[in-house]
C-alpha cells in the first residue's frame, strides 16, 4: 500500500461513509458484504476483533483486510480507529452537545447565533434533498400507498415524530393508517393484521431503530410493500423497502434536524391524497 493511498483513505465516519457509497456499484461480492455491515452495525466494528467481526459479518477475517485497503487503509486497525471516533462523537452526552452551543452563541451573537445555526442546518438538508430526490421513485412510492387499504408506519425514537406527523395528516386526509406503537407491547400483533394489499412506510437512520428494522423485516415477510426513508444503500431497511429514499441531515452542534424528512413525509401524503382523488374520479 503506497504512503498516496494511505493519505487518501477517508479521516471520519461521514467521508469514510461517502467513499463506500460510491463503490457500492464496483465492490466485489464479499466484499460489499462487509460494506453492508459496517454500515447497519458500525458500533460492532468499532469494538470487535477482525475475528469477530469477520464472523458476524459472514466472510474471512482476510476480507476485512482488503475492504480496508479499497478504501485507502493501511490495514483493518487503522479503519477500526474511524469507527471509533465516530462512536466517541456520538455518545457525547447532551450536556456536552448544549456546552457546544453555548460556546457558539458566546462567540457569537448570542441565541440567535444558535438559531441561525439550525436554520441553515435546516437549509441545506433542504437544498440536497432537493437536488437528489428521485421522481420516478417518489411516483412509485405514491402509487403503492394510494393502492393500500391501510398504511402502516414504522419509527422510533428520532424518527417518531415524522411518523406521528404523518398518521396525523394520513387521518386528515381520510386516508386509513395505522401506527405502530401499544403501551401494552402489541407491535406485533398489530402489524399481524397486515395484508399484501396494504403498505407500510418504514422511517429510521443510523443508528437504526432496532425495533423498527424488526417490525419491517417482519411485515415485508407479509408480502406488504414497504417504502422506507432511510440515509444510506446499506441501510437495513432498503434492503427490505419496495422503493426507498435516501435523505441526509445536516446537523448543528451535534443535534440534527427533521427538515428534510419531514418535507418529504408532507409531500407524500399530500400526493397520495391527490392520487387517490384521480383514482377514485375515474371509478
Known sequence: MSDVETINAPRDFDSLRAAILERRDSLPKRIAQVAAYA?????????????????????????????????????FTAMQGVFRERLRERTSSYD????TLRAKADAGAGHRAVFDGFVTAASTSLADIARSIDEAHLEQ?????????????????????????????L????????????????????????TPKDAAIAISFSPYASATVDEARAIARQGVPVVAI??????PL??????????????????????????????????????????????
Open 39 to 75: 454500515l447497519d452495525n458500525p458500533d460492532d466494528i468499532a469494538f470487535g476483533t477482525a475475528a469477530s467481526i469477520a464472523t458476524l459479518a459472514g466472510v474471512q477475517p482476510s476480507t476485512l483486510v482488503r475492504f480496508a485497503q479499497q478504501l485507502g487503509f493501511d490495514g
Open 96 to 99: 456536552e452537545r448544549l456546552s
Open 141 to 169: 412510492a405514491v402509487d403503492l400507498l394510494a393502492g393500500a387499504g391501510t398504511v402502516y408506519i414504522l419509527a422510533k425514537r428520532r424518527s417518531y415524530p415524522v411518523a406521528s406527523y404523518l398518521a396525523y395528516a
Open 171 to 194: 387521518g386528515k386526509l381520510k386516508i386509513r393508517s395505522q401506527l405502530i406503537e401499544s403501551a401494552g407491547g402489541l407491535n406485533a400483533e398489530m402489524i399481524g393484521f397486515a
Open 230 to 235: 432511510t440515509d444510506s444503500a446499506f441501510s
Open 238 to 283: 432498503a434492503q427490505v423497502a419496495t422503493v426507498w429514499f435516501e435523505v441526509a441531515e445536516a446537523d448543528f452542534g451535534g443535534f440534527r434536524s427533521l427538515s428534510a424528512t419531514m418535507a418529504l413525509a408532507m409531500a407524500i401524503a399530500v400526493s397520495v391524497a391527490e392520487k387517490r382523488r384521480v383514482l377514485g374520479g375515474k371509478r
